[in-house]
């Protein structure tokens, strides 16, 4: 349809969400809620010098480790 993979997907995904409407999961809400929140606290601590600090790194890590736990539990997501 287009001349990249991505612009297929998008497009595809257009046309049927125009056919059908696609329904979205509370799971999905979730996510999308967390991922924005970690890419903004991402953006807003490289902002300063573009290397994350090892307790930056060390933050970040143990905030997906949390989600991924509380993931399993059933507690997010």
């Known amino acids: ?9 998008l497009v595809g995904g257009g046309v049927a969400a125009f ?3 696609l329904a979205v999961s509370g799971t999905a809400l979730e ?5 924005a929140g970690i890419s903004i606290a ?3 601590a490289l ?3 573009r290397v994350l600090s090892r307790l ?3 933050a970040f890590t143990l905030s997906e480790v949390a989600r991924w736990v509380l ?4 507690l997010l997501g």
């Open 56 to 58: 930056e790194e060390i």
């Open 71 to 74: 993931g399993l539990f059933g």
């Open 31 to 35: 996510t999308l809620v967390w991922l």
């Open 42 to 44: 991402i953006v807003a």
């Open 47 to 49: 902002w300063s010098g």
């Open 1 to 9: 349809m287009t001349a990249s993979p991505v612009g297929d997907t």
């Open 19 to 21: 056919v059908s409407p």
